[in-house]
């Protein structure tokens, strides 16, 4: 008897039982939902098929089983591994049996319930909300109101609201070509700017401004930019003639 | 058998007993005596008076409509006579291929309730997720807050119909956890029993 053959139709699972180990152990299937108790009984009923004890197939399932046994309960109790690992022996076999006991006094509970249902299979009775019910036997959700007070409500909102200012939206900022006019006649004078130093003392959106220009004048052609790293001084260069054709022929090539 | 005559009749009880009748016709869910008295606008007692006035006229045998006490409430059903006929006409949705699982769920909510999934899962050894979705959904159970111990998990309670379709007064009708089998010692006996049977 080959054991990984065993066919297997549970809830959660129908196929060989080779398949099931292997749909495992890739996470396909989830162990929490096998109920391993049937695939015993199912191998116990193929056994009993055969009329013969087969001891290498016994072992072979013992070992698969344990092991599925031992998975599925790390997987349904994560937590509590570390909390059983110490308990003593002792306390550890109460610990089961106590929860053996409440597991069977749930089958027995699932048992009575089964038979009431049974019993009450002649009730017939009408399901659903009935109409408007609650609405008695709750406070009103809202105070009694005047019309006098929802009339001036609505006045209120019939009036035409002030007219919004939007002068706090307007930016005062210089133009840029105040900046390429300040740079031009800097870099008349000197070959080279420092951004940082030039900028010093200027407002926000104004070295943002100043900024910009500084770009344009790149842009143009007019300047080289220099930056020893991200964050450090920006070193503004006049470009030279010369350069500007090489940059040229570049640009060409 | 004679009591219609009195239904009709002057007695300030009687005329509460067709109010009361009147609204358990409406109500489609168990009415208790306190939601009776304060739509019938009368005092408890009479409204129970009237329920026992009600009880001898709608009775099994008696009537087409039983009245019973169910679910915290009172409510009508058809009568077990009309069930054959009531069958073929309606279904019974919510209790329809309960399984085993199903079964052994709604005892541990049951007993244990409110109680959360991995607590399901402790007892039964078996992921309940699916199980428990599938009780919410026939309106068997509803959650009942998060539990703050365990990570916010949604903790589970039964409903009123859990009640109404197994035909429970209340959840105290259950069998007493104590009358039900399971003593840890008898299986710890048996434990250790199976255990020195073992060879070493």
């Not at chain 1, 059983?84 to 550890?92: H, K, Y």
């Not at chain 2, 009531?86 to 199903?102: D, K, T």
Request: proline share 5%; aromatic share 6%; net charge negative.
């Amino acid at each position: 008897m080959i054991v990984r053959e065993l066919e297997l139709d549970l809830d959660a699972f129908e196929g060989p039982f080779d398949l099931l180990l292997t749909l495992v152990l890739r996470d396909e299937l989830e162990l929490a939902e096998v109920d391993v108790a049937e695939i015993v009984l199912a191998f116990c009923d193929r056994l009993e098929e055969r009329g013969r004890l087969d001891l290498d197939a016994c072992g072979e399932f013992l070992v698969l089983v344990a092991a599925l046994l031992e998975l599925k309960a790390r997987g349904l109790f994560p937590e509590e591994e570390l909390e059983l690992s110490e308990l003593e022996p002792e306390e550890a076999a109460e610990e089961l049996a106590r929860r053996l006991a409440d597991y069977r006094r749930m089958k027995e509970a699932a048992a009575w319930l089964s038979e009431r249902l049974a019993g009450e299979s002649e009730r017939f009775f009408r399901l659903g909300p009935a109409p408007s019910y609650g609405s008695w036997n709750q406070p009103p959700k809202i105070a009694p109101q005047s019309p006098e007070r929802l009339g001036a409500a609505l006045r209120l909102l019939a009036t035409e609201p002030p007219s919004l200012s939007l002068g706090h939206m307007a930016l005062r900022f210089p133009p840029v070509s105040q900046f390429l006019e300040r740079f031009r006649a800097l870099l008349r004078r000197r070959r080279r700017f420092d951004f940082e130093s030039e900028v010093e003392g200027l407002s926000r959106v104004e070295a943002a401004v100043a900024f910009l220009a500084m770009l344009e004048l790149r842009k143009a052609g007019e300047v080289s930019l220099e930056q020893a790293a991200s964050f450090a001084s920006i070193r503004v260069t006049r470009a030279s003639v010369e350069g500007r054709e090489q940059e040229w022929i570049a640009r060409s090539a | 058998m004679d009591r219609p005559l009195r239904l009709i009749s002057a007695n300030p009880v009687d005329r509460v007993a067709r109010v009361v009748e009147g609204l358990l016709v409406v109500a489609s869910q168990p009415l208790s005596v306190e939601d009776l008295a304060v739509a019938a606008n009368d005092d408890p007692e009479r409204i129970e008076t009237a329920l026992r006035l009600l009880g001898e006229r709608y009775g099994e045998g008696r009537s087409g409509i039983v009245l019973e006490q169910v679910a915290g409430g009172w409510a009508f059903r058809a009568s077990r006579e009309a069930a054959e006929a009531c069958a073929r006409l309606f279904e019974r949705p919510v209790e329809r291929g309960l399984s085993a699982a199903a079964m052994e769920t709604l005892a541990i909510v049951a007993y244990f309730g409110p109680c959360t999934r991995p607590d399901v899962a402790r007892i039964r050894g078996v992921a309940a997720d699916s199980v428990v979705a599938g009780l919410v959904e026939r309106g068997l159970i509803a959650e009942a807050g998060r539990d703050a111990e365990a990570a916010g998990a949604i903790r589970y309670r039964t409903t009123p119909l859990f009640e109404r379709v197994f035909g429970l007064e209340s959840l105290a009708a259950l069998p007493r956890l104590d009358d039900l089998g399971g003593e840890p010692d008898e299986i710890r006996a048996r434990l250790e029993a199976v255990a020195e049977k073992r060879p070493a």
